[in-house]
């Protein structure tokens, strides 16, 4: 009996947050992963548990530079950029590269090794939306020179290009629109709703909020991200398809929702809201639902209890 080869998953940013959690289900799902980071927001300590096993190999380059691979390839995962608002302003022109060149150095991988492509895009593609909820054939409020605009226009450049290489070489393509997602190891200080909270609170301070509060986010465990991704890597639709979790926030909500769980003490202060920040965020997930069978399982309550628990273990002093 001849023993079947586990296939290869090529992923990009594999030491972010995303990547290293997606790098754990591939190889718990008994696949072989080649994870590529140049480690400017990632860390390996994200995939150090991995760094013994057989079936992970670990590259340190920067995607938005050719490289090849020797090896088969079967998949390839393009989870490389700067992802947090503190992280793409302090690296504008790394944000605006991987999208672009860093998207088209991948495709060629992919189109090379004649693997199926996935590209990491985000809710930011609908800017300041003017449809609530954000569907996936709405085509956006983007402010194309604004502050956000070099991850927005990164990433809608690279969904572009994404689709070029669909329509000229026939390559079987899929782009995922990534709405807030948390859990263990985001990094604290990324500026995000989220850690910003979990750092305040297991410091004692007052919660930031910004602007008065009501502008709206919705947020998905990164469990449930990471299963959305895989069911759409492995299906036979391109997208694309929005994964996020429908349930709503007002970010006063959540700050009290936190407040009350951690710290009923705690203040709560305000700050301006930063220009050209959404007022609105929530996915609609029909398709995923209809296409994928997904929706997401895990409560803000549990999965904020689960990411405090762990920030709290792995706290730096």
Known sequence: MIKK????????????????????????????VIAVDNLLTGSLKNVAHLRTNKDFKFMKHDVSKPFKIASKVDYVMHFASPASPVDYANHPIATMLVGSYGTHNLLEIARAQKAVF?????????????????????????????????????????EAATFAYKRVYKMDVKIVRIFNTYGPRMQIKDGRVVPNFIDQILNGQPLTVYGNGTQTRSFCYVDDLVDGITRLLLSKISGPVNIGNPREFAIIEFAELIRKKYNPKAKIIYQPLPQDDPKQRRPDISLARKELGWEPKVSLEDGISRTMSWFADNRTT
Request: charged share 15%.
């Open 5 to 32: 080869s586990k296939k290869t998953v090529l992923i990009s940013g594999g030491a972010g947050f995303l990547g290293s959690h997606l790098c754990d289900w591939f190889i718990g799902h008994g696949f072989k």
């Open 118 to 158: 996935l590209m990491a895009s985000t809710s930011e593609i609908y800017g300041d939306p003017l449809v609530h909820p954000q569907v996936e054939s709405y085509w956006g409020n983007v402010h194309t020179i604004g502050p956000r605009s070099i991850y927005d226009e990164a990433k809608r450049y690279a």
